[in-house]
Structures are given as structure tokens and as C-alpha cells.
Nanobody, 126 residues
Framework: QVQLVESGGGLVQAGGSLRLPCAAS????????MGWFRRAPGKEREFVAA????????YYADSVKGRFTISRDNAKNTVYLQMNSLKPEDTAVYYC???????????????????WGQGTQVTVSS
């Protein structure tokens, strides 16, 4: 079992920045891909960003490319989402997730992740 806890959410003005850490416990996540998803009010959960176990590869939704950066510190069992130039449409609950094996498939699909955090609310005011 892996427990994931997101933090760092809050209220920020458009153009501002936030950094979301996601700390894992229960077992090491260093061998698995990790991702961030979000769910805005009235919308489906959507992919935001993902990172391979060795940090070599990162993936982003077109809507956040160039503004968000995903990173991880395997020694701290933590993944981060740095969000810059925030827009009101970034308002959502943000969730981190970890894949359950080295062959979990595409990072873009929620079904390919085994464990999820409870989420942290990000609200961007205009």
C-alpha cells in the first residue's frame, strides 16, 4: 500500500504561482511513474502532468505546457508540481497518483495509476 498526501493548494490571483508537493509513504515510489490530475467543478478528471521513475521523461497536457513543471525527489519519496502563470481555468482539485508497476501503460489515463491522494484545492481568482 502507498499513501499519498498532497499539500500546497490555496487561493491565488491570476498570474501567480503555487507549488504542490505530494508526499508518499508506505513504500518507495522511486521505481514508478507518477502523475498529477485535476478535476474542475462539473468536469471530468483530466491529466495534467506525469514523470517517469528516473525523471528522464516528463509529459504535460497542452493546457499547462510551458507553465507547469513536474519534478520528483526519490530520496524524499515526493513529487512536485510547480504551477506558474496561473489562470482562473486552472481552478480545480489537484490529485497526485502513482503507477503500481513498471509496465502500467500510458501516463495519460487515470486507470493506469494504482494509488491516489485525497487532493488539494487550487483556486485562481481573476
Amino acid at each position: 500500500q502507498v499513501q499519498l498526501v498532497e499539500s500546497g493548494g490555496g487561493l491565488v490571483q491570476a498570474g501567480g504561482s503555487l507549488r504542490l508537493p505530494c508526499a508518499a509513504s508506505g513504500r518507495s515510489i522511486s521505481s514508478y511513474g507518477m502523475g498529477w490530475f485535476r478535476r474542475a467543478p462539473g468536469k471530468e478528471r483530466e491529466f495534467v502532468a506525469a514523470i517517469s521513475w528516473n525523471t528522464v521523461s516528463t509529459y504535460y497536457a497542452d493546457s499547462v505546457k510551458g507553465r507547469f513543471t513536474i519534478s520528483r525527489d526519490n530520496a524524499k519519496n515526493t513529487v512536485y508540481l510547480q504551477m506558474n502563470s496561473l489562470k482562473p481555468e486552472d481552478t480545480a482539485v489537484y490529485y497526485c497518483a502513482v503507477q503500481g508497476s513498471a509496465y502500467s501503460g500510458s501516463y495519460y489515463f487515470p486507470a493506469n495509476y494504482a494509488y491516489w491522494g485525497q487532493g488539494t484545492q487550487v483556486t485562481v481568482s481573476s
